[in-house]
């Protein structure tokens, strides 16, 4: 009698658990279109909406790959130290990221700046690490302070491009 009810019972819970499964909600857009799973969505606040990320008047930028540099010639941020040195660059107007390569056996820090008389100190800029490439969007600075986090053994000569994309 006992092994007829055990069996009654686990087919119920089997049951219930499909039925579940088969009701399952995708997401949606708010005009009923189901929404693919490689897209940026966010919640509208209804139950299962959502609606791409950003607005016309804040628009959420992605960034796409590969990187493709606007121009030729690399910046290279030659021999550095502990000490900040200022390079000053120009960068294509249309550019909207760079791409460093970090060859150096010591992490590096790099500012950009508007301005030659801003100083860069172990607390502001951004820290690369060594032996690593990078691709960030830009500030479209006027010149990039860099300095190495320690004493390199060698020569630390990064690179930079811009661009756009990347990432």
Same mark, same amino acid.
């Given at each position: 009698?006992?092994?007829?009810?055990?069996?009654?019972?686990?087919?119920?819970?089997?049951?219930?658990?499909?039925?579940?499964?088969?009701?399952?909600?995708?997401?949606?857009?708010?005009?009923?279109?189901?929404?693919?799973?490689?897209?940026?969505?966010?919640?509208?606040?209804?139950?299962?909406?959502?609606?791409?990320?950003?607005?016309?008047?804040?628009?959420?930028?992605?960034?796409?790959?590969?990187?493709?540099?606007?121009?030729?010639?690399?910046?290279?941020?030659?021999?550095? @130290? +502990?000490?900040?040195?200022? *390079?000053? /660059?120009?960068?294509?107007?249309?550019?909207? $990221?760079?791409?460093?390569?970090?060859?150096?056996?010591?992490?590096?820090?790099?500012?950009?700046?508007?301005?030659?008389?801003?100083?860069?100190?172990?607390?502001?800029?951004?820290?690369?690490?060594?032996?690593?490439?990078?691709?960030? @969007? +830009?500030?479209?600075?006027? *010149?990039? /302070?860099?300095?190495?986090?320690?004493?390199? $053994?060698?020569?630390?000569?990064?690179?930079?491009?811009?661009?756009?994309?990347?990432?």
């Amino acid at each position: 009698m006992r092994r007829p009810a055990l069996t009654l019972a686990l087919a119920a819970t089997l049951l219930v658990a499909l039925t579940a499964q088969s009701s399952y909600e995708q997401w949606h857009t708010p005009e009923g279109k189901g929404i693919i799973g490689q897209v940026i969505y966010c919640s509208t606040g209804k139950p299962r909406e959502a609606a791409p990320c950003g607005s016309l008047a804040a628009p959420m930028n992605i960034l796409s790959a590969p990187f493709r540099r606007l121009h030729s010639a690399p910046i290279r941020l030659k021999a550095l @130290g +502990t000490t900040p040195k200022v *390079f000053p /660059i120009s960068r294509p107007a249309d550019a909207t $990221t760079y791409r460093v390569v970090v060859p150096c056996n010591v992490n590096i820090r790099l500012l950009g700046a508007t301005s030659a008389n801003e100083v860069l100190t172990d607390d502001n800029g951004v820290l690369y690490l060594a032996g690593t490439d990078v691709t960030m @969007g +830009t500030s479209k600075p006027d *010149f990039i /302070i860099a300095k190495t986090t320690a004493e390199p $053994t060698g020569d630390c000569t990064p690179e930079m491009h811009y661009g756009m994309g990347g990432g």
